[in-house]
């Protein structure tokens, strides 16, 4: 009976030394194939062609053609390749265009194998996979951006500090698209950026249990990936206590 395969990554970046360095990384990693390495994007988008990969790790700053333009095009013209970008930069000019472009990953290189390699099996099983530090600049954004209650509204402002503290989860009735009090809990700690191991760990449950929870709550949210949800869980105030 055979396993699972390994999955297929082709790497885009300009600067040789780390290119090369990337693959040699990816080389040593279990359950990881690299199929190609790329100098720009135009060269990622023609290898993407040729080779089909699973996953990209694409840089952004890149000549001919930059990594959200590599991007753009590999998730029209590719849809079963996932995108991870893997840069220096982390600011928003480079982290939201790279999102809408549609990567479903975003790392930066001080990132470690392993964080590599989590971000690639998450994009590959249909979950975001974003560094911690992204994922917190996404919440800053979004608590930035929502906006206020009306007057009179218990649960006006924006940002997380208005939303329930850690420990019973709130009732049922109260909350959106039919979630249950466990679902709002789970969402909420996925808002503030805890795996599903660590979601286990705090809950005392499974990681079975989790992803059920997981699950459930994607279907009645509408959401497709985590990104989503901790866009979900802002707008509708399941965020927690950091």
Avoid at 179 to 186: I, K, M, Q, S
């Amino acid at each position: 009976m055979t396993g699972p395969r390994d999955v297929r990554v082709l790497v885009a970046d300009d600067q040789t030394v780390v290119r090369e360095g990337i693959v040699m990384l990816l080389g040593l990693l279990p359950g990881i194939e690299v199929v190609g390495s790329a100098a720009d994007g135009e060269e990622a988008v023609a290898l993407v062609a040729r080779h089909r990969p699973d996953v990209v790790l694409m840089d952004l700053r890149m000549p001919r053609c930059d990594g959200v333009e590599a991007t753009r095009r590999i998730r029209a013209g590719y849809p079963g390749t996932e995108v991870v970008v893997l840069t220096t930069y982390a600011d928003d000019d480079s982290l939201f265009p790279a999102l809408r472009a549609g990567a479903r990953g975003y790392l930066t290189k001080d990132a470690g194998a392993e964080e590599i390699a989590r971000a690639i099996a998450d994009v590959r099983s249909g979950a975001a996979g974003l560094s911690p530090q992204v994922q917190l600049r996404l919440l800053e954004r979004l608590a930035g951006d929502a906006p206020a209650a009306p007057e009179g509204d218990p649960g006006a402002g924006a940002g997380p500090a208005p939303g329930p503290a850690p420990g019973p989860a709130p009732a049922a009735e109260g909350l959106p698209a039919g979630l249950t009090a466990r679902e709002a809990e789970v969402l909420g700690l996925i808002a503030q950026g805890l795996s599903n191991t660590e979601i286990a760990r705090r809950l005392y449950v499974s990681p079975a249990t989790v992803k059920t929870h997981i699950n459930n709550l994607f279907a009645k949210t509408g959401v497709r990936d985590r990104a989503q949800a901790v866009a979900y869980a802002f707008r509708h105030g399941i965020t927690g206590s950091p």
